[in-house]
């Protein structure tokens, strides 16, 4: 499979090409049903391979780092940011400890990227997606991991 470019890198993965004998890898991944016949009911698993690539892969992550970007730019209050990606991500307010633990992770991370700011460069242009410019990198940086954690909750990935 050759990735996109351009506009077409961030097209839905919806309208990915099939290839009958090499299904593509994020799909089969995901325990995508066999195009052959009718699915009438889709198996579910959790596999290592599945949280490396929601933790990993790029279009992963320049989404949660978008995310992040809009939590930046939707208010300065950090409780409130806490609240805004999470009720995108899982459409509730997260709980009192919930909040805690995501707010002990977001001051963890934005503590080790204003120590290392390039590392906070490299970890805000990771994929092709320009970040904003008008944000603090560091705290960006926090923020993107803070919507990638969220994005990874198995209330995130699994609905049922």
Not at 12 to 34: I, L
Not at 46 to 57: E, R
Not at 110 to 115: A, G, I
Request: some cysteine; overall charge positive.
């Amino acid at each position: 499979y050759k990735r996109g470019n351009g506009a077409d890198l961030y097209r839905r993965s919806v309208y990915t090409f099939f290839k009958r004998t090499a299904p593509h890898p994020m799909f089969a991944n995901f325990d995508a049903p066999a195009r052959e016949q009718f699915c009438v009911k889709r198996e579910r698993s959790n596999t290592p391979l599945q949280a490396l690539q929601l933790m990993n892969d790029v279009q992963h992550f320049e989404a949660a780092r978008g995310l992040g970007e809009r939590a930046m730019k939707s208010t300065s209050d950090r409780g409130k940011r806490i609240d805004f990606i999470f009720k995108s991500v899982v459409s509730r307010l997260p709980g009192m400890e919930e909040k805690k633990i995501i707010a002990r992770f977001f001051e963890k991370q934005f503590d080790k990227y204003q120590s290392a700011p390039e590392e906070a460069m490299k970890a805000i242009t990771f994929g092709e997606s320009e970040p904003a410019k008008d944000l603090n990198s560091s705290e960006l940086a926090a923020w993107s991991l803070v919507a990638n954690l969220i994005l990874n909750m198995d209330e995130a990935i699994v609905r049922n």
